[in-house]
């Protein structure tokens, strides 16, 4: 098993990259990279493929052995906790709050940006170029218009393998291609359903047979196809990113750095966005979302600006901590 950080530490890590996970606009990658366990994770998740085989012939000890289980177990837990607990949260906090929230992650971001441009001392000018390319994709996705697609279980699978191989890339925000491809709130939704579904069954206010109906049909039959597409699209995007890590290392750093690059403006906390609104007074579409400066009376701009270098200076402050 690799050494590193404690379980507890790890646990802290998941829950950071869930919340940053549920944030269109931010990765969970980010997170794992600033934090030091990035290159571990993408190992771990090629162990955890190694080891199936074995699991599935209930060879359970030698499956163990395989995986890197200290680090995937109190990840997932922070993930899951995350999911569970900050979900609402942050998706209200987005809502009824966008200016700050988005000051604080664009300060995160630039602030992590830094910390892994220090990763590398490269002077290639190909890897570099990589990077401008990378940039340039970033934006590109970032600035896509959201689209309808039909509710199906293939389109939900395919929904979790493109998004959660974004995931686990830093700059380019799961969550945000969920979005572009219609699937953001309806896997929310299906989540929330499935929370309120077995808080039924452990209250039991509602009786066994219609609680588990309405678990089954409003959430597992929804996030069912969508894990199979997330757990798809891990097993074989880790292996792709694992031996690019091995053999180019500094060319895959400034291509990383180039998509965090990239997807900056998308976390630009002043926009004016306009709605296509629907009779029933419902947001549908996104019909213009354009860039703003500041307004230096205005106290909310104020405090995202705040946000914006308290976010900046505590990832700076997070990564002189960690080298000590």
Known sequence: ???????????????????????????GGTVALV????????????SVAKATPHALR???REAWQIADMGLIIPLGIGLMFAFVTMAHFITSAI????????????????????VVGRMTQTRLFLHWGMALVA?????????STPVETEVSPLNLFLSGTVAISAMILPGISGSFLLLIMGKYFQVLEALKNCLEGIKELLLGSSSLDASLAILWKHGVLELLPFALGCMVGLGCFSWVLQWLLRHHRDAMICSLAGLMAGSLHKLWPFRETTFYIHREG??????????????????????????????????????KLARK
């Not at 709050?97 to 995160?108: N, S």
């Open 135 to 143: 940039a340039h994709l970033a934006w590109l996705v970032t600035v």
């Open 282 to 319: 419902k947001a549908d579409k996104i019909l213009q979302d354009m860039a703003l400066l500041p307004y230096w009376d205005d106290p909310t701009h104020l405090g995202a600006i705040g946000l914006v270098l308290f976010g900046f200076f505590a990832v700076l402050l997070f990564e």
């Open 1 to 27: 098993m690799a050494e590193g950080p404690q379980p507890l530490g790890i646990a802290l890590r998941g829950f950071a990259m869930g919340c940053a996970d549920i944030v269109p606009g931010v990765s």
């Open 35 to 46: 934090t030091g366990i990035y290159e571990r994770l993408v190992r771990a998740v090629t």
């Open 58 to 60: 209930f060879r359970f």
């Open 95 to 114: 809502r009824d709050h966008a200016e700050l929230t988005r000051g604080l992650f664009l300060g995160l971001m630039i602030g992590s940006l830094i």
